[in-house]
Structures are given as structure tokens and as C-alpha cells.
């Protein structure tokens, strides 16, 4: 059985930093994509990043671009998101998805199988 499961979050001053963990389990293949959304209230879910494990591609969202950084420790299959410079418009809740069925990482949400709980991440102004 496959588990997600994240932790970090908080609150924090814009331009502070926080840093998400998501530890991911149950996968019998080494390749699969591990990725951030995250949905504000009243808007639609949106990827922050994605990483795919066998080939380390990395990428971003725009609106977070510079500012984010995915890394991973791949021993423990933990993925880690670093956040700086934050903003009050990053104040959300921030998932981690995670889906072996593909060769690269979707885009759509509606594409990853497997997800945690969400740990929110509040920034003030």
C-alpha cells in the first residue's frame, strides 16, 4: 500500500522561508514522479513543482520559479521543498502527489494517484 505522507509548513513573514518533507513508501518500482501542488482558498489546485525519480528531471511553476527548490534524499525516498522569499500569495494548502504509472510527470492533478493529507502553509504580510 502506498503512503504519502508530508510534514514542515507553518506560518511564516513574507520573505521568510519554510521547508515541506514528503516521504513516499509502497512503491515496488523505483520510477515514479513525486510532485507539489498546492490550492488556495477559492482557486483551483496548482503544481508547485515536479520531480521525476530516475531521471531527476525537476521542474517548476512559474509563480514560484527562483524562489522554490525541490531535492530529494533519495534513501529515504523523501522529497523536499524549500521555499524562500515567500509571499502572502503562496498561503495555501500545499499537497504532495506522487503516481508510478507514467514515464514522466504529469501535469494534471487529476493524473496523480496517490496524495497526502496537506499541511498548510500560511505567509503574512
Known amino acids: 500500500q502506498v503512503q504519502v505522507l508530508e510534514s514542515g509548513g507553518g506560518s511564516a513573514q513574507a520573505g521568510g522561508s519554510l521547508r515541506l518533507s514528503c516521504a513516499v513508501s509502497g512503491y515496488t518500482d523505483e520510477s515514479y514522479c513525486m510532485a507539489w501542488f498546492r490550492q488556495a482558498p477559492g482557486k483551483e489546485r496548482e503544481v508547485v513543482a515536479r520531480?521525476?525519480?530516475?531521471?531527476?528531471?525537476?521542474d517548476y511553476g512559474d509563480s514560484v520559479k527562483g524562489r522554490f527548490t525541490i531535492s530529494q534524499d533519495g534513501a529515504k525516498n523523501t522529497l523536499y521543498l524549500q521555499m524562500n522569499s515567500l509571499k502572502p500569495e503562496d498561503t495555501g494548502v500545499y499537497y504532495c502527489?506522487?503516481?508510478?504509472?507514467?514515464?514522466?510527470?504529469?501535469?494534471?492533478?487529476?493524473?496523480?494517484?496517490?496524495w497526502g493529507q496537506g499541511t498548510q502553509v500560511t505567509v503574512s504580510s
Open positions: 520531480f521525476y525519480t530516475t531521471t531527476g528531471r525537476t
Open positions: 502527489a506522487s503516481d508510478d504509472r507514467w514515464a514522466a510527470c504529469p501535469t494534471a492533478a487529476s493524473n496523480f494517484r496517490d
